[in-house]
């Protein structure tokens, strides 16, 4: 627990942060994108001149920062791999003298492949601003008095780091790690009864198929914020019976990148953090696309280890070209179609898209959780758990019937029953959809 005077420091540069965040928001359109490019163009230099692995992967490509005169020399700049952050040694992820205080962190591996990267504290300070920014405006200015936290509280986690700076604000005692046993996290929310809670999806889903077998309901949570996960159809919908009350909502956020885009109050689109990222879409050749295609970030907070151009997030998604009714101008995704990693092949070849198979398989009866697992083209693995008193012989006709005709009968399925799906070693999350095919498959 941080000392009064620790708390005191903290909160001088939580308040420093928010102010900035504040001033951000009230930003032009043209306002913004000069910030961006400004911060871009920094970024660039500084990793031209100080980080070996740019120094490295630049002169690969060919390009100097003198080559960055506007925003179409964007493409000149070489994309930025999770294998490159992966294989690189510590000493060339930094510059010899970093600007400010470092913390040194690991992605959570969610696309199978963790990397290490250091974050400078100033970013940290910006990144838990934008999110009480955020709170603010999911409570309408009448914050919740409330709160738990599900955290990963992995040393070398951001959300390890964000739970530090978040003690400012929030008693040791309302913060938790996702690695304590379910029946453990179940029963400290039902002793707390909180009116906001914080978590990753599949903790949450946890915690609620516990509360369901007790034939409990937490009617005093009245708000929900989701992140780091993708959240399907079937958790919404028993959270919504859990927590009959509570409003949920989701923001999208990485090691590498931040935050990156929050979920708007008014609709079911994403919007763009951009004082924070610059966000393109691109198509499998890297060129920007109106339709679906792999994010690519930017950081415009970091400068520990710069994040340019950053491809290793794995995640699919697509631009939503229509005018926001929020009134927000922030640029906007549609949704976030899945990871890349998640992506399935048939027995032709062809791409399935993971929410294929969540979509289909929500609303089978007495499934009470489930795992796809792709190991080779046309063959899926479906690991289900199935609700007590449910008759397993109709669990499986309702599993096997909805994936067959939502797949067009172009993979055969393999249905096996087990007693729990957990999250596989090292991490929090637990995964719906896995594709262990190699990239060219």
Known sequence: MHTPSQIRSQGRRLHAALDQVIEQRGWSTPKRRAHQWRMLRSLVQHAHAHVPLYQRLFAQAGFIPAMLD???????????????????????????????????????????????????????????????????????????????????????????????????????????????????????????????ISSYPSTLRAIALELRAKGREMKKTRLIHLTSEMLDAHTRRLLAQIFPNARLIETYTSTEGGLVAWQCVQDSRWHVAEANVLCEIVDDEGRPTEGLGHMVITDLTNTATPILRYRGLGDLARWETEPCPCGSSARSIRQIEGRSAAMLRTRGGGLVSPYV?????????????????????????????????????????????????????????????????????GSHKVPLVISELPPAA
Request: aromatic share 8%; net charge negative.
């Open 70 to 196: 506007d925003w179409d020399d964007l493409s000149k700049i070489p994309f930025l791999a999770k294998a490159d952050l992966r294989s690189a040694a510590r000493e060339d992820l930094t510059a010899k003298d970093p600007r400010g205080d470092i913390r040194w962190l690991a992605s959570s591996g969610s696309t199978g492949i963790p990397a290490s990267m250091a974050r400078t504290e100033e970013s940290l300070w910006h990144y838990m601003a934008c999110n009480t920014a955020l709170y603010h405006d999911w409570c309408h200015g009448q914050p919740l008095s409330h709160g738990l936290y599900f955290v990963d509280m992995a040393r070398d986690s951001i959300d390890f780091a964000a739970a530090d700076l978040l003690r400012t604000t929030v008693p040791d005692s309302r913060i938790f790690s996702v690695h304590e046993p379910v029946d453990k996290l179940t029963r400290e929310l039902l002793n707390a009864a909180p009116e906001f």
């Open 357 to 425: 198979i969540t979509n289909a398989i929500e609303e089978v009866p007495g499934l009470a959780q489930y795992q796809v697992v792709q190991k080779q083209p046309g063959m899926l693995e479906v690991r289900v758990v199935a609700e007590t008193g449910a008759a397993r012989h109709d669990v499986e006709k309702g599993v096997r019937g909805a994936l067959e005709t939502a797949l067009d009968h172009a993979a055969d399925l393999q249905i096996t029953f087990v007693s729990t799906i957990a999250a596989p070693p």
